[in-house]
């Protein structure tokens, strides 16, 4: 997949910058040609001998060899490439490439390249915490640079927390990944549901669940990066997507989830409904918030509509339509009963039994079940990992 593929690396100032020889190699091992630019502060974690060694290419820092005078021009590397890929991205970097500071080689070659960007932030906690990192990560998601997202474990400070940048050969496996299943979906109109729904009590109060969202905006993230267009409606969430072709509307209600997911249902070849959708929401919603002194002995409830169910009531014969099932008990007969009753083609069931499954974490592990009752079981995998899985047996169908 990366045979012949034409790479930038561009490194900068980070402990992990001592991974990326490692990664080099791994690369030219696949076939690919690589480029390295890295910053002045990177060559102190990291030398320009072994980088040109391995990726039998002068490593370059200048944009010119004082040398000799040559020029090392971002511009025609900026068109060289078929991907660039900046690992580790400290924190100044993800800046500077966010506000577009062009004072290094690596950053005019970010902002001259026409290919697609990743970046593998890597930093210690607290910094990849702060407000800055974040709203330039999003920034930069929001512009179509696709995040590799950092582990959680020990950093070079001693502390623990998010900020170690995702390993050499996991990042070879995404890329890898991202030209094998880059066109898979190209054309499909998806229509993808995500995250919980709030129901007012009154203007202050709601009743809500601990569902984060994770799994659908992963499942809008793979399917975008797959080829698909994708319309995303999230329920209240911080999240952010990490794709152009993805068209996201906020709703916060069940009955405002099921006005946009009604909306956006006709034009859609896949839906997937990974919300988790109140089924209950007060008859009666306060005006005024309601004092503590007024007393409040029960908030009488009336159902919402099932939104699913309703979409399998009006599917046409080409729309495939994927449900959720969450269940804590009898896990297969309840979900194969809600494949039937509401005319679903796929069920992804997640058992709350299983540890590191469903709500609030960053795993998942799933049972897909068919309507010939096959059941795909699948290990405990991270929710892009997931997504995947989901997506390889939508492509199936289709
Ligand atoms: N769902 C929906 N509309 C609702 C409630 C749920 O579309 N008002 C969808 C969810 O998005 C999910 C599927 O229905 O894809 C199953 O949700 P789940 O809560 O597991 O099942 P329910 O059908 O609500 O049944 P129960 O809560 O009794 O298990």
């Known amino acids: 997949m990366l045979a012949g593929k034409k790479i930038i690396i561009g490194i900068t100032g980070s402990i992990a910058a001592f991974k990326i020889p490692i990664l080099v190699r791994l690369l030219i091992k696949e076939g690919a040609e690589v480029q390295v630019i890295l910053t002045e502060n990177a060559r102190d974690f990291v030398t320009p001998l072994t980088l040109s060694t391995l990726s039998k290419r002068p490593a370059l ?160 993230d793979e399917a975008a990066l797959r080829g698909a267009n994708v319309t995303l409606i999230a329920g209240p969430t911080h999240l952010t997507v990490s794709h152009r072709a993805i068209q996201r509307f906020d709703v916060v209600s069940a009955s405002e989830m099921y006005d946009a997911v009604m909306e956006n249902f006709g034009l859609a070849d896949v839906t997937i409904m990974s919300a988790a959708i109140a089924d209950f929401t007060p008859e009666n919603v306060a005006t005024e918030k309601i004092k503590k002194s007024q007393g409040l002995e029960y908030i009488k409830l009336k159902p919402t509509i099932d939104i699913l169910a309703s979409l399998g009531k009006q599917k046409s014969q080409n729309q495939l339509l994927v449900g959720f099932a969450l269940e804590t008990e009898n896990e297969f007969e309840n979900a194969g009963q809600k494949l039937d009753t509401k005319n679903l083609d796929l069920i992804v069931l997640n058992s709350l039994k299983d540890s590191g499954a469903g709500f609030g974490v960053s795993t998942n592990k799933i049972t897909i079940l068919d309507k010939n009752r096959n059941l795909l079981h699948f290990d405990l995998k991270s929710k892009k990992e997931v997504a995947a899985d989901i997506l390889d047996k939508i492509t199936e169908l289709l």
């Open 61 to 220: 820092t200048f944009p010119f060899d004082k040398k000799d005078g040559t020029w090392n021009s971002h511009v025609d590397m900026g068109l060289w490439a078929d991907l660039m890929l900046v690992a580790p991205a400290s924190a100044a970097t993800l800046s500077k490439m966010a506000s577009g500071m062009a004072d290094n080689l690596l950053v005019t070659t970010y902002l001259s390249a026409k290919c697609p960007v990743f970046f593998a932030p890597a930093m210690d906690l607290d910094m990849f915490k702060h407000p800055a990192t974040i709203e330039n990560i999003a920034k930069l998601v929001r512009r179509g640079d696709r995040l590799i997202e950092p582990q959680t474990g020990e950093l070079a400070s001693g502390l623990s927390g998010a900020g170690r940048m995702e390993e050499p050969e996991n990042i070879v496996a995404m890329l890898k990944s991202y030209y094998e299943t880059g066109k898979s979906l190209k054309g499909k109109n998806f229509l993808i549901s995500a995250g919980p729904t709030y129901e007012a009590i009154d203007p202050v109060r709601f009743i809500g669940n601990y569902s984060s969202g994770l799994m659908g905006f992963a499942l809008a």
